[in-house]
């Protein structure tokens, strides 16, 4: 069983930053798109950042490009997010997922993940 495990999450003030990381418990495909999925209360499930092996594929959702980035290290089976200038909207529990499109086919409209961490909460204060 794949286990993914997310770490970085806390309470900020708007302005700024925290970085997100995930462990995969277990070596996946390289060419399986991984990502970053955020849940707010009250609210559907969004795609974040979503990126294919060495970046080939990224997509991010227009509500945060410039500020956040996405990266993965496969040999470590890691994936990281880089949240700056954050701000009170991106309140959120977010989750890491892993097994996704070849590719980020779909970009971060797809939600064909084989697998998904429990969550990490982040929450920026005004």
């Known amino acids: 069983q794949v286990k993914l495990v997310e770490s970085g999450g806390g309470s900020v003030q708007a302005g700024g930053s925290l970085e997100l990381s995930c462990t995969l418990s277990?070596?996946?495909?390289?060419?399986?798109?991984m990502g970053w999925f955020r849940q707010a209360p009250g609210t559907e499930r969004e795609g974040v950042a979503v990126?294919?092996?060495?970046?080939?594929?990224?997509y991010i959702t227009d509500s945060v490009k410039g500020r956040f980035t996405i990266a993965r290290d496969d040999t470590k089976n890691l994936v990281y997010l880089q949240m700056n200038i954050l701000k009170p909207e991106d309140t959120a529990m977010y989750y890491c997922a892993a097994g996704g499109p070849a590719d980020c086919s779909g970009g971060v409209e797809s939600r064909e993940y084989a697998y998904w961490g429990q969550g990490t909460q982040v929450t920026v204060s005004s």
């Open positions: 277990a070596y996946l495909d390289w060419r399986a798109c």
């Open positions: 990126l294919s092996r060495d970046g080939y594929n990224i």
